[in-house]
Nanobody, 121 residues
Framework: QVTLVESGGRLVQAGGSLRLSCTASGRTFSITGMAWFRQPPGKTRELVAAISRSGGTTYYADSMKGRFTISRDNAKNTVYLQMNSLKPEDTSVYYC??????????????WGQGTQVTVSS
């Protein structure tokens, strides 16, 4: 089993920055891709960004390109999401996810509990 624990979510003003972290434990050797999803109030969960095991391949949703950066430190079993130029519409619960088979926009088997990001206008 893989356990994912997110941190870093908080209240921030529009235009500000945040860095989310997600640390994996357990059967971390089985993890390939990792990702961040979000689920705004009243909306479905969406893929924000994803990164391959090596870090050499990344994916970003169009609305996040240029503002968000995903990275990972395999020695620490941690994935990060640097969020800049935050907007009120970025307000959401952000979830960390990990997959066993490498397909960045595919299925993720492991999920964290989420961390709340609130952007005030």
């Amino acid at each position: 089993q893989v356990t994912l624990v997110e941190s870093g979510g908080r209240l921030v003003q529009a235009g500000g920055s945040l860095r989310l972290s997600c640390t994996a434990s357990g059967r971390t050797f089985s993890i390939t891709g990792m990702a961040w999803f979000r689920q705004p109030p009243g909306k479905t969960r969406e893929l924000v960004a994803a990164i391959s095991r090596s870090g050499g391949t990344t994916y970003y949703a169009d609305s996040m390109k240029g503002r968000f950066t995903i990275s990972r430190d395999n020695a620490k079993n941690t994935v990060y999401l640097q969020m800049n130029s935050l907007k009120p519409e970025d307000t959401s619960v952000y979830y960390c996810a990990a997959q066993n088979l490498p397909a960045l926009t595919g299925r993720y088997e492991h999920w964290g509990q989420g961390t709340q990001v609130t952007v005030s206008s």
